[in-house]
């Protein structure tokens, strides 16, 4: 290196004229102008009806469903009190809060069973030959080919008091009597599993196709077990994929509509079912509103939950 090259390296670099600086500002508004019609649609197509629900949560129900232009806290203060007819007593509102546990603890042993199922499946998928995975990711995605309330029927059609379940295992002379599965919490439970079950499997496969298995093959090398070798191997590299795929399940779940109304018979309501009573049957547009917020805000909640854990994730390393 000769002695002209530092001092060549320590030349500033070339700062842009004031003709490049306008040319590339004229190009900023111009894509800008270009782009304003698409954003403009994008954003009354996403806040518009929020921005509804939000102004419909404060208003007063009408005698007759729709709302009356008055300004009322009642629809939020109903989510979770409720006010007697008789005596005006306030007690906190059972049937709704009945409902929040109910999709809570049904979403959250949705998510927990499609992970316990997922994992292994798409573990399988991933350590097959590369030729063959195709045609496995093909099979785990059909049923996305069918509609949602024929599946659902489906099911109902495999767990009935006459299904598939019960007759097997009355002709097994397993059980004397049909097994009551339908119209019950469980059934909910194996409907939702069966729906959301590919959405779990897909995000754990996509983690665990970029697994290098060398790092497995290494953990045997210094006499790990398979459970250590799943619990300090696999588990944390494909970690971002079980969030993935949890956060996939659980959120849907949680609003889940056709397939508690359908398995569950009207009787083990969630609470996308009562948001649809409120807009229906109660003629409480209002209330329905609130609760379809509080819905979005436990969303929320679990999408802030998983950013927070990725972005911690990513801090390590």
Do not use: C
């Not at 009354?44 to 469903?65: D, K």
């Not at 007759?167 to 002379?173: A, D, F, N, V």
């Not at 996939?248 to 079912?273: C, D, E, H, Q």
């Amino acid at each position: 290196m000769t002695a002209a090259d530092p001092a060549r390296q320590a030349q500033p670099a070339h700062s842009p004229s004031p003709g490049e600086v306008a040319s590339r500002a004229a190009e900023v508004r111009r894509n800008w102008l270009l782009s304003t019609p698409a954003l403009t649609l994008l954003f009354l197509a996403a806040s518009g009806p929020l921005l509804v629900v939000i102004l419909y949560s404060v208003l007063t129900p009408g005698e007759y469903s729709g709302v009356v232009w008055e300004l009322s806290g009642d629809a939020w203060y109903r989510v979770i009190l409720h006010r007697d007819i008789f005596d005006d007593t306030v007690s906190l509102a059972d049937a709704h809060l009945r409902i929040f546990w109910r999709s809570a603890k049904l979403s959250l042993l949705t998510t927990f069973v499609a992970l316990i199922i997922g994992f292994p499946t798409a573990y399988f998928v991933a350590t097959r030959p590369p030729q063959q995975r195709t045609l496995w990711l093909f099979l785990i995605t059909i049923p996305f080919w069918t509609n949602l309330l024929i599946r659902t029927f489906a099911i109902m059609e495999v767990i009935r008091n006459e299904g598939i379940v019960n007759s097997t295992l009355m002709s097994l002379g397993v059980i004397e009597a049909p097994i009551q599965l339908l119209y019950t919490d469980t059934a909910v439970l194996i409907g939702m599993v069966y729906v959301y079950l590919p959405l779990m499997v897909l995000p754990l496969y996509a983690s665990m196709e970029r697994l290098d298995f060398r790092l497995v093959e290494a953990a045997y090398d210094l006499y790990a077990t398979r459970l250590q070798v799943l619990r300090r191997v696999i588990i944390p590299l494909v970690k971002p994929g079980i969030i993935a795929g949890s956060i996939l399940v659980f959120i849907p779940s949680l609003g889940a509509y056709v397939t508690p109304r359908v398995l569950g018979g009207g009787k083990n309501m969630m609470l996308g079912n009562l948001i649809e009573l409120q807009f229906g049957q109660g003629r409480n547009w209002p209330l329905g509103a609130a609760l379809s917020l509080t819905l979005l805000v436990i969303v929320m909640i679990a999408l802030l939950v998983y950013v927070r854990n990725v972005s911690r994730s990513e801090s390590r390393g």
